[in-house]
């Protein structure tokens, strides 16, 4: 979305000057006001135009500058609109949405707001939402590829990917070489479990020089190396490339990584890995992240919600999976998915954005005391219902609906406010297993406390600190599901968790990498196999690297 022209840019381009005619063409003369209103709709070109290459090179603030000038004069200027929209996605997605759907009020036939509305959408979870503006997109416009690719990525994301592989196949014929449809195609058949398809896909693909870097980041995840592939020498000499942009080096670092690790060479591996953090160039401000941790422990105290007993709803299908990332979330949503009386719905926003409405942003360190208060038991009520609505709409029969995020650990308060029967598992490994693995994988800037490892122990104690927290204000209903202790025998810890969500034992939960159904997360590959022991103390094999983070990791290093 952010790389392309803003798509409703033709309208306002002038064409160019005519052929020169023979004899002189006298043309009247405009209205003083015709002439205001042409001087005004050319300089909005002009600063929109410059606010669009300000959003291309990231200089966002002045692309936001821009556009609100053209606004203060032209009111609801839909490419404005638009482009405001495309400032503020991945990083204000609700405002966003805000501007998209405007933008699409102002010019209802244009594809592109519609698509981009859809794209938003996705970012916050709506996927009904999305796929209905998606759809209208591709009615306006039957071979828009980047329609047909988006459709497919929400098809996916919304544990439909069998719908996605359609899409992917008609854009596939309309444009072989599109950057996004080979990718979003191995992404669907990945989520299906068909990884040897997936990574046919992802050869031809590098083979016809599409989107190389990222393709060779997701085909070394299809499969376990146990000897030298000959994709090693290719990524290499794809990173002597002096030419590498900052977020391609990341990609083939990464993939570099993870081929040397399977293959038991370390310390490349390692060395890949930090290179890849460094190409990233996220910063995380853990004192800022501290004192937003201390306000949440001060706001949710026990006295706090005693006197809120009788808040929310007392509905039990919602379940709620949180720790750390690379923690066993996917797994354990796997197990209890298994169940024909649970549905796995993945890793949802609807929580996030209820906390983020109401005040508790995480990257505000201000007093949490009032915009918790602001939750009154109507209120508390009013969001419960429609949360629940946007889980019935994934599963209307399931008795349990899962959602895995894992970073909800920090929204356990909120969680007791608007559902105290939900059930809350929290996954727990090993502090120094965990952190390597979050550290060697390829996760957003919104995990940026990934960067470093110094940073990353720090980040670590901060959410034990946490859940330390809520297992006090919340005695007995936190389940604690140890990694180690599920890995060691599944079956006993598989019959706990599902004893846990008040279901009868079904033996389909120790098969949980036969069941269908698409997993998006990082663990894709993992968890279509049997439960493996090798990723216990698997630290050791980075033990001389990663002294840094064993040093901030304190008392919870367990050596």
Same mark, same amino acid.
């Given at each position: 979305?952010?790389?392309?022209?803003?798509?409703?840019?033709?309208?306002?381009?002038?064409?160019?000057?005519?052929?020169?005619?023979?004899?002189?063409?006298?043309?009247?003369?405009?209205?003083?006001?015709?002439?205001?209103?042409?001087?005004?709709?050319?300089?909005?070109?002009?600063?929109?135009?410059?606010?669009?290459?300000?959003?291309?090179?990231?200089?966002?603030?002045?692309?936001?500058?821009?556009?609100?000038?053209?606004?203060?004069?032209?009111?609801?200027?839909?490419?404005?609109?638009?482009?405001?929209?495309?400032?503020?996605?991945?990083?204000?997605?609700?405002?966003?949405?805000?501007?998209?759907?405007?933008?699409?009020?102002?010019?209802?036939?244009?594809?592109?707001?519609?698509?981009?509305?859809?794209?938003?959408?996705?970012?916050?979870?709506?996927?009904?939402?999305?796929?209905?503006?998606?759809?209208?997109?591709?009615?306006?416009?039957? =071979? /828009?590829?980047? *329609? #047909?690719?988006? &459709? !497919? $990525?929400?098809?996916? %994301?919304? @544990?439909?990917?069998?719908? +996605?592989?359609?899409?992917?196949?008609?854009?596939?014929?309309?444009?072989?070489?599109?950057?996004?449809?080979?990718? =979003? /195609?191995?992404? *669907? #058949?990945?989520? &299906? !479990? $068909?990884?040897?398809? %997936?990574? @046919?896909?992802?050869?031809? +693909?590098?083979?016809?020089?599409?989107?190389?870097?990222?393709?060779?980041?997701?085909?070394?995840?299809?499969?376990?190396?146990?000897?030298?592939?000959?994709?090693?020498?290719?990524?290499?000499?794809?990173?002597?490339?002096?030419?590498?942009?900052?977020?391609?080096?990341?990609?083939?670092?990464?993939?570099?990584?993870?081929?040397?690790?399977?293959?038991?060479?370390?310390?490349?591996?390692?060395?890949?890995?930090?290179?890849?953090?460094?190409?990233?160039?996220?910063?995380?401000?853990?004192?800022?992240?501290?004192?937003?941790?201390?306000?949440?422990?001060?706001?949710?105290?026990?006295?706090?919600?005693?006197?809120?007993?009788?808040?929310?709803?007392?509905?039990?299908?919602?379940?709620?999976?949180?720790?750390?990332?690379?923690?066993?979330?996917?797994?354990?949503?796997?197990?209890?998915?298994?169940?024909?009386?649970?549905?796995?719905?993945?890793?949802?926003?609807?929580?996030?954005?209820?906390?983020?409405?109401?005040?508790?942003?995480?990257?505000?360190?201000?007093?949490?005391?009032?915009?918790?208060?602001?939750?009154?038991?109507?209120?508390?009520?009013?969001?419960?219902?429609?949360?629940?609505?946007?889980?019935?709409?994934?599963?209307?029969?399931?008795?349990?609906?899962?959602?895995?995020?894992?970073?909800?650990?920090?929204?356990?308060?909120?969680?007791?406010?608007?559902?105290?029967?939900?059930?809350?598992?929290?996954?727990?490994?090993?502090?120094?297993?965990?952190?390597?693995?979050?550290?060697?994988?390829?996760?957003?800037?919104?995990?940026?406390?990934?960067?470093?490892?110094?940073?990353?122990?720090?980040?670590?104690?901060?959410?034990?600190?946490?859940?330390?927290?809520?297992?006090?204000?919340?005695?007995?209903?936190?389940?604690?599901?140890?990694?180690?202790?599920?890995?060691?025998?599944?079956?006993?810890?598989?019959?706990?968790?599902?004893?846990?969500?008040?279901?009868?034992?079904?033996?389909?939960?120790?098969?949980?990498?036969?069941?269908?159904?698409?997993?998006?997360?990082?663990?894709?590959?993992?968890?279509?196999?049997?439960?493996?022991?090798?990723?216990?103390?698997?630290?050791?094999?980075?033990?001389?690297?990663?002294?840094?983070?064993?040093?901030?990791?304190?008392?919870?290093?367990?050596?």
């Amino acid at each position: 979305m952010n790389n392309r022209l803003p798509p409703a840019w033709s309208k306002h381009i002038k064409p160019g000057p005519a052929p020169k005619a023979n004899v002189p063409i006298v043309k009247p003369l405009a209205s003083p006001q015709k002439r205001n209103a042409q001087s005004r709709a050319q300089a909005d070109d002009a600063l929109l135009k410059q606010a669009y290459a300000f959003q291309q090179a990231k200089r966002l603030d002045e692309a936001q500058d821009l556009c609100l000038r053209v606004l203060a004069r032209t009111p609801n200027h839909p490419l404005a609109l638009y482009i405001l929209g495309t400032v503020y996605l991945g990083y204000d997605d609700e405002r966003a949405l805000r501007y998209f759907a405007r933008a699409v009020g102002e010019e209802p036939k244009n594809p592109y707001y519609h698509l981009s509305l859809g794209e938003a959408y996705v970012k916050v979870s709506e996927y009904s939402h999305a796929i209905r503006h998606m759809q209208y997109a591709l009615e306006l416009q039957p =071979g /828009l590829i980047e *329609a #047909l690719c988006a &459709l !497919g $990525r929400t098809y996916t %994301a919304f @544990d439909k990917p069998d719908m +996605a592989l359609p899409l992917y196949e008609k854009a596939l014929k309309i444009n072989r070489d599109h950057p996004k449809v080979r990718a =979003g /195609l191995a992404g *669907a #058949l990945s989520g &299906l !479990g $068909r990884m040897d398809e %997936a990574a @046919d896909y992802l050869k031809e +693909a590098i083979d016809r020089r599409i989107g190389v870097p990222a393709a060779y980041n997701d085909l070394v995840q299809t499969r376990k190396f146990t000897e030298e592939p000959e994709e090693l020498q290719s990524i290499l000499r794809e990173l002597g490339n002096p030419k590498l942009g900052s977020e391609a080096a990341q990609q083939l670092h990464l993939a570099a990584g993870k081929v040397l690790n399977d293959i038991k060479r370390y310390d490349e591996a390692f060395d890949h890995f930090n290179r890849a953090k460094q190409a990233s160039g996220y910063k995380f401000d853990i004192d800022l992240y501290r004192r937003w941790i201390d306000s949440m422990i001060e706001t949710f105290t026990p006295d706090f919600l005693a006197a809120r007993a009788g808040y929310g709803n007392p509905s039990e299908v919602p379940v709620f999976v949180v720790g750390m990332p690379r923690s066993g979330t996917t797994l354990t949503e796997q197990i209890c998915a298994s169940h024909p009386d649970v549905h796995g719905a993945g890793e949802l926003s609807k929580l996030r954005r209820v906390a983020n409405a109401i005040g508790l942003k995480t990257s505000s360190a201000g007093d949490l005391h009032q915009p918790v208060m602001s939750i009154t038991e109507d209120l508390s009520r009013t969001l419960a219902e429609e949360h629940l609505s946007y889980l019935r709409e994934r599963a209307p029969a399931a008795l349990r609906v899962v959602d895995k995020m894992p970073h909800n650990f920090e929204l356990i308060g909120l969680i007791g406010l608007l559902f105290p029967n939900a059930r809350i598992i929290h996954c727990r490994r090993d502090a120094i297993d965990n952190c390597v693995s979050c550290f060697v994988l390829n996760f957003s800037e919104g995990h940026s406390y990934n960067t470093d490892l110094k940073t990353l122990g720090l980040y670590y104690r901060e959410y034990d600190r946490l859940m330390q927290h809520w297992n006090k204000v919340f005695p007995g209903l936190i389940f604690e599901n140890r990694y180690e202790t599920l890995v060691e025998d599944q079956e006993a810890q598989s019959r706990r968790l599902i004893d846990y969500l008040g279901l009868p034992w079904d033996d389909a939960c120790l098969r949980f990498f036969d069941r269908d159904g698409s997993v998006n997360t990082p663990s894709r590959w993992q968890v279509r196999q049997p439960i493996y022991k090798s990723s216990v103390k698997r630290w050791k094999n980075y033990e001389n690297e990663i002294q840094p983070l064993i040093q901030s990791l304190g008392d919870l290093a367990e050596i």
